[in-house]
């Protein structure tokens, strides 16, 4: 009986000390190349409104509640959230260098307390395609750093998802 109990706190024990291993940053980044004008693909991007018919997370809940305040398109522009699968947050506009960079802050309140940060950016490739690099980084504190483990991998799955829905969009656009 005592090595059963042992076995059972060893188990549950585990994750914390792994966790103290961990690193508390995560990060992922991902590259595409897009077949259109790069001033058409940054026009684009900078509407956060228009997360809605690419990003997987605005995707995965057709059913969530939005509210918008401020002007899309714009530094302090809010889009928040809530729905059964997205949970509750907030991702607002931070800085815009125009026809190059999109830096966004994202705040989560369900189904954890999280703040993360997103840039965009659009390098010309041709007259006619545009390199988008969609980068999200942020911190989980100790011991939910242990989710650092996978989330760069996951949050890197559903970027590239995300990154496909656009191509497809703007080169299907014309």
């Known amino acids: 009986m005592t090595t059963i109990i042992i076995i059972i706190l060893a188990l549950f024990a585990l ?5 103290l291993f961990v690193k508390k940053e995560y990060a992922a980044e991902r590259t595409i190349i897009i077949n ?15 997360q809605d018919y ?25 889009y928040a959230w809530e729905g059964k699968k997205a949970g509750i947050g907030e991702q607002e506009i931070k800085s815009i260098a125009e026809g190059e960079r999109l830096t966004t802050e994202l705040r989560f309140v369900k189904p954890f307390v999280s703040t993360g940060h997103v840039y965009m950016v659009t390098e010309a490739m041709t007259e006619h395609s545009t390199k988008v690099i969609w980068g999200l980084y942020g911190t989980n504190p100790y011991p939910r750093n242990i989710m650092n483990l996978i989330i760069g991998g996951m949050l890197g799955k559903d970027i590239d998802t995300s990154l496909n829905n656009l191509k497809k969009l703007l080169e299907n656009k014309k």
């Open 36 to 50: 259109a004008p790069k001033h058409e693909v940054f026009d684009y991007l900078k509407h956060i409104k228009n």
């Open 54 to 78: 690419y990003s997987k997370w605005s995707m995965m809940d057709p059913e969530m509640k939005r509210e918008y305040r401020g002007i899309d398109g714009q530094e302090g522009f809010i």
């Open 15 to 19: 994750p914390f000390v792994i966790a």
